[in-house]
């Protein structure tokens, strides 16, 4: 991969966020994490006035550090840790995210690929982080403290706890994604061939419009439904139907950003819906409202 995607897919009106933060993607410089990584993200920012960003979420699990520098972080408080950083773990996300930033702030997050993270927990399905955010020292303990497991399938990842400062701190870009390198290193991953062919065939259904039923996919790749089922639960963290559906509304959501007039009956027919009307709910339900009040 010469560098990371450059689209805007999956942010909700991505110009007027691009206006107010500084966003950038950049690529693992340890070539053995690019196969589990599709990108990190890096966002800074310095608002006079609150912002509200939206994300439909992609069929990808994150590793976020972030830091608030006013307490405006979700939970902030006296000894919450928002100004000093920390770190979470997001499991895909099933709803709109929406997140207000306010005054100063920095987040480094690691988007894996979907199906690249299993092999970073190898203990759990992905389905087990679906919907959920959670510290991150409770999936990456630090050796012998008291998240530290045996048996339960999580890695530990050494100085997991002081990973927030370490990723967050420096003020060159370039050493935080070192940073970022080094703990995913420490913590792993296994190789597993099942998530690589999670990898590939999520990677097919992202890029060949050709793929519009999962049944067509799964005879397709020699395998039933229900054993497709089975290793998007357990690699990718949902099924094949929403990862499909997913990549659509992503689609959508950028035509309708960068376009002035959209023919929206015939967008539905290339994302492959047998009319419009299932787009428009589709859309609808993810985003909130219509696609043709989101594109006014």
């Known amino acids: 991969m010469a560098g990371p995607r450059r689209d805007t897919r999956g942010i909700v009106d991505a110009p007027e966020l691009l206006a107010r933060v500084r966003f950038r993607r950049r690529l693992p410089y340890a070539e053995p994490l690019r196969r589990y990584v599709e990108h990190y993200w890096l966002i800074d920012w310095d608002l006079a006035e609150p912002y509200a960003t939206h994300v439909v979420p992609h069929p990808s699990v994150n590793l ?19 100004e000093s950083g920390f770190g979470e773990l997001s499991g895909i996300g099933l709803e709109l995210f929406t997140r207000k930033l306010a005054g100063t702030g920095r987040v480094c997050g690691v988007q894996f690929r979907p ?3 299993r092999p970073f927990a190898p203990g759990w399905p992905v389905s087990h982080w679906t919907g959920r955010r959670l510290p991150h020292t409770e999936v990456f303990p630090d050796p012998g403290g008291s998240g530290a497991v045996g048996g339960s ?13 370490a990723v967050l701190e420096p003020a ?8 970022l390198d080094s ?9 597993d061939p ?4 999670a ?14 039923r999962v049944a067509d996919f799964a005879a397709a790749e020699g395998v039933s439904v229900r054993s497709l089922q089975r290793l998007f639960t357990a690699y990718v963290g949902v099924g094949p139907k929403w990862v499909l559906l997913r990549y659509r509304i992503h689609e959508a959501l950028e035509r309708a950003t960068g376009e002035t007039a959209v023919d929206w009956p015939r967008l539905a027919a ?7 009307a299932h787009l428009v709910r589709d859309f609808t339900a993810t985003v909130g409202v219509p696609p043709t009040a989101y594109a006014r």
């Open 64 to 82: 976020v550090f972030q830091r608030y520098g006013n307490g405006t972080g979700p939970g902030s408080g006296a000894g919450s840790g928002f």
């Open 115 to 117: 199906g690249g993270f």
């Open 153 to 165: 399938g999580l890695l530990a990842a050494p100085g997991s706890a002081g990973a927030p400062a």
């Open 172 to 179: 060159e870009e370039d050493e935080r994604v070192a940073a």
């Open 183 to 191: 703990f995913l290193l420490a913590a792993g991953p296994e190789p």
């Open 194 to 197: 099942r998530a690589d062919l």
């Open 199 to 212: 990898m590939d065939l999520v990677h097919r259904i992202r890029t060949d419009r050709s793929i519009r």
């Open 270 to 276: 290339d994302l492959g819906y047998s009319d419009q």
